[in-house]
């Protein structure tokens, strides 16, 4: 499924594509490696395809491996979620579903070998004082006073730890590397903390638990990854991950290769500040449409081939190219839901029209093509009858100059049916519209009217066969670019409170056999997605997925 853009850079496949040309590399092997701590967001959707991709496209294996060091944090419904959007995005790993779990007794007896080979101790230092013995960006770290235990007393200490004799935190296992080093992560760190927490995949057997820095680099070298990529912020820790692999015997040697994470504007990509949002109940579940999460992207309406486009057009870079433009992600949706979403009418704001000069049970249907481009799409049956709803933008009283849409006395044309002007209004006591009374002009249908020109369009629905829906308006869910650009402010601060506004609508009567996740263009309004969970209720719910205007679009016609 992946294909190569010439024009968005990927610095990484390229490397790769050099390795084997000069036969410095085999069979490519890469790995996903989410934490089972929450769904999986923007950011990771970057990362699946960036993965998958380079191994689909050298003819490789990607596996799936959940990072499950630590049980505290997570969860199966996690684990289910994360398989399932992988899935959906249109990626398939090889062999079954990996853990690190899968390799605890391993990475113990590993951590036995340095324990044996004078590069571990266990340390009774607490967090606190770990801390302060660690020294700073500036100042050495100091060993710790338990650093030159011998080996019979680490060995002795490491399995009691593991059989749960000791609490959290009392001690733990670090690496005896050079608490003077440069590079902070260099400075003896830890390998086991104590954990007594029930863990999803291995039950309560284990009461230690690895770090990420212990079980990751030893993980991709027993399942034989080729290329383990990662992004930026891991490039301070390469050379403790390749530090473990010279000093293990383990099978093979993976590289370590670091890009650019994504960062977009509006959007956060933090799990635990997404996390929060869940929590204090202002978003509706990580699926909440607003939510930067791939599930949530997808319950608003957008396809596994536009987060796939979108991917493809940032590019993978070593350099911070700071914030995406949220519009680019507009644009790729937008862009594959004008070629294969099915056309429909759908009156947001619904005001009454009644046509004067049609018998009451007149009624017309019209056959409207599904899609103007596409000969594949079944066609519509739209009817026409004496009353109809129209949209209240589409109507002014005292209209300005420039607004070709109904207004008293003016004339518009109903998308695909007759001209019809508006002759009076009709309003309740408290001076709001009732109703407008129209009439039609019936030699209309098709072509132009004699004598005049009628520039306006609307859309509109049959009040006799209208579909009652209801529909969702989501909008970015911050209102400032970098929401948490501030590290002393509440990010909650910046949140929009015009994120989602809420219409009972009238669609036309195609809209009625909407199936879960199907996508239409609501003609002149925008392309909306009919909600995945409301829609198996029984309850027609679409969400605005992205309007019509693309403005990335003009941003490329202009450079």
Known sequence: MSSENASAPNFIRNQIRDEID???AG??????PPEPNGFLHVGHAKSICLNFGLAEQFGG???LRFDDTNPAKEEQAYIDAIKEDVSWLGFEWAGSVRYASDYFEQLYAWAQHLVREGKAY???LSPDEMREYRGTLTEPGRPSPWRERSVEENLDLLERMRAGEFNE????????IDMASPN???RDPILYRIRHAHHHQTGDKWKIYPSYDFAHGQSDAIEGVTHSICTLEFEDHRPLYEWFLDNLPVPAKPRQIEFARLNMNYTLTSKRKLKLLVDEGIVDGWDDPRMPTISGMRRRGYTPASIRKFCEMIGVTRADGGLVDIAMLYHAIRSDLEDNAPRAMSVLNPVKVVLTNVAEEHEEVYEVPGHPARDDMPVRRVPFTRELYIDQDDFMEEPPKKFFRLAPGKEVRLRNSYVI?????????AGGIEELRCSVDFDT???NPEGRKVKGVIHWVSATHAVPMEVRLYDNLFLVEQPDKDKDADFLEHLNPESLKVCQAMGEPSLADATPESRFQFERVGYFCADRHACRDGKLVFNRTVGLKDSWAKIQKKG
Do not use: S
């Not at 069979?27 to 996903?32: E, M, S």
């Not at 002007?421 to 006591?429: I, M, Q, T």
């Open 27 to 32: 069979k490519v092997v890469t790995r996903f």
């Open 61 to 63: 294996d990607c596996h």
């Open 22 to 24: 000069a036969g410095r």
């Open 421 to 429: 002007r508006c002759d009076e209004v009709v309003k309740d006591a």
């Open 445 to 447: 249908l098709g072509k």
């Open 184 to 186: 902070i992560n260099l």
């Open 122 to 124: 266990v340390d009774d």
């Open 169 to 176: 935190g009392e001690k733990v296992l670090r690496a005896k």
